[in-house]
Structure formats: C-alpha cells, structure tokens
C-alpha cells in the first residue's frame, strides 16, 4: 500500500503533471530551484502534518463542517511555516512573498484533504499528503533550475538565502558571469508556461513509450502453456 501511495502521488497522480493543480505558485515561483523547491518544500511539510492531523479527526468531523475545519487546519499549521520563514530565512520570505500564506487555499492542499486524508489512515494520509508536495516540489526543481539555466546560466541562485553570505559560492555559473547573460523569455511568465508544457509532454511521451513496452511483452508470452 505504501509503495503504491508514493508510485501514485510522485508519478501517476503528480499534482504538477498530471492533475495540474496550483499552478499559480508553479508557475509564479519557478524562475530558480531555490525558489521553487523552498515553497515546494514547504507544501510538503503542511501537507504532511494536515494530512495526518485531518485523519485523526476525520470520524468526528460533521460532514457539514468539514472543508471550514480543514481550511482552519491548513491555516494554522501554514501560518506557523509563514513565521519559521521570516524568523530563520528572512531573505527568502521577502522573495516568496505573498505565496507562502497561499499554501493555506492551494488546491493541492485542501484536495488531498478531502479526497485522501478524510477517507483514510492517519500515516496513510501522512505518507500521501508528504509525497504528492515531493512530487510537486520534483516539478518546481525542474522548472526551476530549466528556467534559471535558460534564462541566467546558473544554477542554485539565491541559495544564500538558505544558508546564508558564504553559501553564495555555491552558485554555479554555466555562463561566465561577466558576460551578463540574460533570456527574459525564460526567466518571465511565458518561460514558465512553455517548460511546463515540456514537462507534460515529456511524462507523458514517457508514460505512453511505457505502456507500448508493457503491450509489446504480452503480445510476446505464450498464448498457453501445454499441458503433459
């Protein structure tokens, strides 16, 4: 069951892929990986911790009151992700901006609330909601980092916000810096829009490229085994 959970929200049900849900942040917040996976990570760890939280109450919940409940829920918990920002990555909270409280109405969250968390198991529910934000925050790396190298010709920029000024050497410059490089197509919203797209056609390709693989071994099995 577990390996099935983390199969289907990595890869068959991924929120960025496949069920194309939160696309304002996807889209808004993949101009680097840095961005993208901090957020992305952090949509993990509300979904995780809500996830299992809307589980262990989930039989005392009238069904009346069940999305206000889980939004309150999601509130708090992405509330105390907003302060842990703006207390230990100052820097990254003031580029994150207003996306950070959005967690609290990003349709990936209060989906997997409803349709998984509210219908099973507390580590169940934990395991989905953790591993549908890794699978997202797989997309925002992608993004991210095809966007930064197409637009910038770097890689990891802006990661001294993480870590702090000495993490700066730690950028990765594919283009000399002196050169000043720049792709706007890239690094504005049309750039995110088109590397989605990649992205979809990619998995998907690969998606159809497997089930051909899979059609081409049956067809290859004997019809019957003989009987002595």
């Known amino acids: 069951m577990s390996k099935e959970i983390i199969r289907n929200s990595i890869w068959k049900q991924n929120a960025g892929l496949v069920q194309i849900l939160g696309m304002c942040p996807v889209l808004v917040v993949s101009s680097n990986i840095v961005n993208g996976v901090s957020l992305g990570l952090a949509t ?10 809307i589980a262990a109450i989930r039989q005392l919940v009238p069904n009346e009151l069940r999305s206000p409940i889980f939004i309150l829920i999601i509130a708090a918990l992405v509330t105390v992700v907003d302060l842990l920002f703006n ?5 990254l909270y003031v580029v994150l901006g207003i996306f950070i409280p959005l967690i609290t109405t990003n349709c990936i969250v209060l989906a ?14 934990a395991l989905d909601g ?7 925050t797989m997309v925002l790396a992608v993004l991210g980092g095809l ?25 990765i410059y594919i283009i000399p810096a002196d050169m000043h490089y720049q792709f706007l197509l890239a690094i504005l919203p049309p750039g995110a829009f088109i590397g989605l797209g990649l ?14 693989k899979s059609k081409a071994q049956l067809h290859q099995l004997p019809d019957a085994v003989p009987n002595h």
């Open 130 to 136: 953790f591993f549908m934000g890794i699978g997202l």
């Open 112 to 125: 997997r609330a409803e349709a998984f968390a509210s219908r099973n198991s507390v580590w169940d529910s």
């Open 199 to 212: 992205l979809i056609a990619g998995k998907t390709a690969m998606d159809k490229r497997a089930e051909a």
């Open 44 to 53: 993990s760890l509300v979904m995780l911790v809500s996830g299992a939280a």
């Open 147 to 171: 966007r930064e190298l197409v637009g910038k010709g770097t890689l990891l920029s802006g990661i001294d916000l993480v870590f702090g000024p000495a993490a700066k050497a730690w950028t």
């Open 87 to 91: 207390a230990y990555a100052h820097g």
